[in-house]
């Protein structure tokens, strides 16, 4: 991803006074889909400044809160740093528009595309602790991306075939969704490049944190369970049902599924797909439009069609009857 943003040393060093740092090195950091990123290095210690490009100050803000209020709980994520005066942000103004930034500590630890098992039984297990904290009534009750959105972007004809899919798609969803399913705090987007792992002194892989809470809310907790399968557990637009299986057991033994999110988990993967379809959507074609992106929604149709595919058996039996 490209740093949408950029910054020189001078202007670095201007937001790093806030915080009373005296930076030595910074380099951007790639990734990120809504935001800029760059890692500082004082004499002491490594710091990620973050540059909300997709985000508010009343967002943002928000944010800052929550992650304050994970730390409270142990949670293993990013920590924020208060600026000398103790507020949660600062501020960049670039081109007469005003961005929030925040600053957090640096966490030492890789992204991992290809996860095995091993690391995906870690991941479901943190996970469930996760959406067992209490959710701060401050959080959305809505996913940023999620089905109270897709009509926004329906019947615009910017892409006939694909706004008529998404629209059967989100009155299929609504249909099935089963109420009263239980709802808390999620991270909403739990891509593997959003976990954090680190190597121990005898080369064994242990989870080390989540990062990137840009899409928290208070919302379905098996949403968080689909999107964990489509961004860890998808293999050639398809699940890879033993990993999400291991995904899965590692979180039921924090938090055991109550029967109607084991029936509804097939139906909430095919959910962030088509979530994250809509986002790709909006994103390349309305808010940003570019052209070497236009098309990357069809991927994600593709990931919903396949899942949808997989029989209600086949799956249950394949997640959940062999532990």
């Known amino acids: 991803m490209a740093t ?12 790093a006074d806030e915080y009373d740092l005296k930076i030595v090195e910074s380099y ?14 004082d004499n002491h210690s490594s710091y990620v400044l973050t540059v909300c490009d997709d985000k508010n100050l ?8 929550l992650l304050l209020f994970l730390e409270s709980h142990n949670l293993p994520c990013s920590r924020l740093v208060l600026t000398s005066n103790n507020d949660r942000m600062s501020t960049l103004k670039i081109s007469n528009k005003i961005k929030p930034v925040m600053l957090k ?8 595309k290809e996860l095995d098992e ?6 479901g297990s943190e996970v469930a602790r996760l959406n067992k904290i209490p959710s701060p009534d401050y959080l959305p009750i809505s996913h940023p991306y999620g089905l109270e959105l897709f009509s926004s972007v329906i019947g615009l004809n910017i892409d006939i075939e694909y706004e008529s899919w998404l ?3 989100m009155i299929y969803l609504k249909r099935h969704i089963i109420s009263g399913l239980p709802k808390g705090l999620i991270h909403g987007d739990l891509f593997y490049d959003n976990i954090l792992f680190t190597s ?11 990062i990137d809470f840009e899409e928290a809310c208070n919302y379905y907790l098996v949403f968080e369970l689909g999107m964990g399968i489509l961004g860890c557990c998808i293999k050639s637009n398809t699940i890879d049902l033993d990993k999400a299986r291991a995904f899965v057991r590692g979180y039921q033994r924090e938090r055991p599924l109550a029967d109607q ?10 959910y962030a797909a088509v979530a994250l379809s809509y986002w790709r959507f909006n994103k390349y074609n309305i808010k940003e439009p570019n052209e070497s992106m236009a098309s990357q929604h069809w991927e994600m149709v593709e990931v919903a069609k396949n899942i949808s595919e997989v029989s209600d058996m086949h799956f249950l039996n394949s997640i959940f009857n062999k532990y």
Do not use: C, D, W
């Open 4 to 15: 949408y943003t950029k910054l020189s040393p001078q202007i670095i060093q201007s937001i």
């Open 28 to 41: 951007s950091l790639k990734g990120g889909s809504g935001n800029s990123s760059f890692v500082l290095r």
């Open 58 to 65: 009343k967002e943002i803000s928000k944010m800052g809160e």
């Open 105 to 112: 500590r640096h966490i030492e630890g890789h992204v991992i």
């Open 118 to 123: 091993t690391m995906l039984f870690q991941i």
């Open 167 to 169: 629209s059967k798609e």
């Open 200 to 210: 121990s002194s005898n080369n064994s892989i242990a989870f080390k944190a989540f």
């Open 261 to 270: 999110e084991k029936e509804s988990l097939q139906l909430f993967i095919q």
